[in-house]
């Protein structure tokens, strides 16, 4: 990850973060398959709240991933290296309620017509956001890939789009078992592959921590807690210092888990964000640093390799 600037990190990890949360927990808005958060992000381009580079990764990912469902549309040969004014106009319309939701599928299909939206595919000159159908090769992965595959026979796009996240978060679970450490703290397993380290252009260290926690109880649920950088049960220690971090992506400071459901987390300690109990992220080559969780139900001190 490549951060030009103290303010640009934090407004596209705001961004982001709001993909991420506020769609994981959001139904559908129509048949077209585009969640009803994605106003808020429209209507925030509209006025200036974010970049467009920022609202067209967004939208990027999001129909890459198949959270938004665009008919195939053909790639014209005559290219554009922006976005045209009206298309702006139509997000804000669209964040509210002036124009419909196929209106603004339309607006989409323009940019990628245009190529202002590029979206890795086949090599034919036309864009299909639909899931490809691959075939089981007998692994494990295999079969857990074909059980996502047959999400795309779901017509209901609430009833596709959950059956999409669940068959992913099996995947993820599983290539995280492949490549990770467990840590059992009671009824939680926690899947930890390793730190991603890196010092910026300007000289910050930046430290993000991706698990996958599994609740392994039979009848209880458990809750990861961390409502702030000063109420968190996660933070990073240097044996002297403890710092509390810059961004994560637990909904509303927790992530509640019932019985066998997994959880991906990420956590990312750097500057500090302005927030109380928030701390910038230091690194000495000659400190050992640890990743600490303390959740009622245990706590560990994983060592962190940050070369």
């Known amino acids: 990850m490549i951060i030009g600037d103290f303010l640009t990190m934090n407004t596209t990890i705001a961004t982001i973060a709001t993909i991420l949360l506020v769609g994981s927990i959001t139904s559908f808005a129509n048949a077209e398959g585009i969640p009803a958060w994605v106003k808020n992000n429209a209507g925030w381009w509209a006025d200036g709240t974010i970049s467009e580079s920022e609202f067209i990764q967004g939208l990027q990912f999001l129909i890459k991933d198949g959270v938004i469902v665009i008919p195939t549309t053909t790639v014209s040969e005559e290219k554009s290296q922006s976005v045209p004014d009206w298309v702006k106009n139509n997000?804000?319309?669209?964040?509210?309620?002036?124009?419909?939701?196929?209106?603004?599928?339309?607006?989409?299909?323009?940019?990628?017509?245009?190529?202002?939206?590029?979206?890795?595919?086949?090599?034919?000159?036309?864009?299909?956001?639909?899931?490809?159908?691959?075939?089981?090769?007998?692994?494990?992965?295999?079969?857990?890939?074909?059980?996502?595959?047959?999400c795309a026979e779901i017509f209901q796009a609430y009833a596709r789009y959950d059956c999409v996240d669940k068959a992913k978060m099996k995947i993820t679970e599983y290539e995280y078992e492949q490549k990770s450490t467990p840590y059992v703290l009671g009824s939680a397993t926690y899947y930890f592959p390793g730190p991603e380290f890196e010092i910026s252009p300007l000289g910050q260290a930046l430290l993000t921590i991706k698990m996958v926690v599994k609740?392994?109880?039979s009848s209880d649920n458990i809750s990861l807690f961390c409502t702030g950088p000063a109420f968190c049960n996660y933070d990073v220690s240097d044996g002297q210092n403890v710092f509390k971090y810059s961004t994560n992506d637990f909904t509303n400071g927790n992530i509640v888990l019932t019985p066998g459901k997994s959880k991906e987390f990420s956590i990312l300690f750097g500057p500090a964000i302005g927030v109380a109990g928030s701390t910038k992220f230091i690194y000495?080559?000659?400190?050992?640093?640890?990743?600490?969780?303390?959740?009622?139900?245990?706590?560990?001190?994983?060592?962190?390799?940050?070369?």
Do not use: C, M
């Not at 303390?294 to 994983?302: A, T």
């Open 91 to 150: 997000a804000g319309w669209w964040a509210d309620g002036t124009i419909t939701d196929k209106e603004f599928v339309q607006a989409i299909q323009h940019l990628i017509k245009t190529g202002v939206i590029s979206i890795p595919t086949s090599e034919s000159n036309s864009f299909d956001s639909t899931p490809k159908t691959t075939h089981s090769d007998g692994s494990t992965l295999g079969n857990l890939q074909a059980e996502l595959d047959k």
């Open 215 to 217: 609740n392994t109880s």
């Open 284 to 307: 000495d080559p000659a400190k050992d640093y640890f990743f600490r969780i303390s959740e009622p139900w245990g706590s560990v001190n994983i060592p962190l390799d940050l070369q």
